[in-house]
C-alpha cells in the first residue's frame, strides 16, 4: 500500500518530479548534459545565497562528509567534531576511519551546540577543520549555525567550518557566503524531496584553497578536481542524469514558491507539530533549538510507537520511531520537509488523534 511519508528521509516525491526522472537519457559529456547542469547552477546557488561553486555528486551525503574531512586538515593538524545526536556522531566515525586526528566535543542528545561550547572547545588547540551538523535529525535539533560560524570567522580564521546540512538544506536558510561557511553538504531525499541519489555541496574559496594543501585528499569527492569540471558544467565521474533532471524541475518549483515562502512554509508546518505534541506529549529537544524541519517527540504516555506506525501504515501515513537504542519508542519523529504542506501535517495528526483516542 501506497503510504505518504513523513519520515526524515527519504521524504515524499510528488509525481511531477518523478516524471522529470523519464525523459531520453543524454551523454554526460554531450552539450545537451552541460546545458542542465549550466541551468541548475545558478538555481543552487541563489538556494544557498553564494556566489561559490555548488557542486553534485551521484553519492550520499555521508560521501560528501567524508571527501570534505579528508581535504580540511593539513599533515600534522587536527578537527574538532561537534557531537549532539547519532548524525553529528557520523562525523567523528568518518574523520577516524579516514586517519584524521580528531577531537570531539558532546553535549547532551536534546540539547543544542552553542557558541560558547565551540569556542572553549576551539580554544584548547590549532584545528584545521570544525564539523557542525545543522539540524541534528535523531534528536530533531537544529543548530544555532550563524552564530557559530561568526564565533570561528572572528576568533579561528584558519579553522575551516564543515556542515553536515542533509536535513536542513532547501528546508532552512543557510546563507552560506554572509555566514561565511566552507563546505555546506546535503541530500536531496530530504528537504529537497527527490528520490535518494545525489548530494550537493557548496564550497568556499578558502575550503579549496585548503584541500590544495592536503596531499592524499582522495579521488572520488576531490574539490579541485570538480571545479575543474564545474567550471565546464560536466563532472569528472558519470553523474546521476535522471536525478538531475529531476533536481532542475524540482528546483524551478523550489524559485517559483519563493524562498521565504519556502522557509515560512517550514516553520508553520513545524509550529503546528510542535502545539500538537506540547498538548498531548512533550517534545524531547531544548525548546531554543526546534528543528524546522523534524519534531521529535517524547513518548510521555508510553505508546507502542511500532504499532502506531502499523496503524498510520494502514491508513497511508508513515513517521519514524525514536533513532537507536538511546531513543527508539522512548520518541517518535514527525518530518515536515520537502513538499508536505500544512494541510498533510493536519490530515496525519488527525490520524493519529484518532488512532490514540486523543481527539
Known sequence: MYKKLFIPGPTHVRQEILDAQTAPMIGHRAPE???LQGEIRPKLQKLLYTEQPV???????????????????RPGKRAL??????????????????????DRVDVAWGEGVTPEVVDEALSRGDYDAL?????????????????IAALVREKYPETVLLVDAVSGMAGAKIPFDAWGL???LASTQKCFALPPGLAVAAVSERMLARAAEVPNRGYYFDFLNMLKYYKKDQTPATPAISLIRALNQQLDDIMAEGLEARWARHLEMAETVRTWARKHFALFPDERFLSNTVTTVKNTRGISVA????????RGAMISNGYGK???????????MGDLTVADIQWLLGLIDDILGLA
Open 81 to 102: 567534531v561537534t557531537v549532539c545526536g547519532a548524525f553529528s556522531d557520523r562525523w567523528y566515525q568518518i574523520a577516524v576511519a579516514n586517519g584524521v586526528p580528531t
Open 182 to 184: 566552507d563546505v555546506v
Open 326 to 336: 538511546q531513543l527508539r519508542e522512548k520518541t517518535f519523529r514527525i518530518a515536515h
Open 307 to 314: 504499532d502506531l506506525n502499523k496503524a498510520l501504515g494502514e
Open 55 to 73: 557542486f553534485i555528486y551521484a553519492s550520499s551525503g555521508t560521501g560528501v562528509m567524508e571527501g570534505s574531512i579528508r581535504q580540511a586538515v
Open 33 to 35: 548534459y552541460a546545458e
Open 131 to 147: 564539523t557542525v551538523t545543522f539540524n541534528e535529525t535523531s534528536t530533531g535539533v537544529m543548530n544555532p549555525l550563524g552564530e
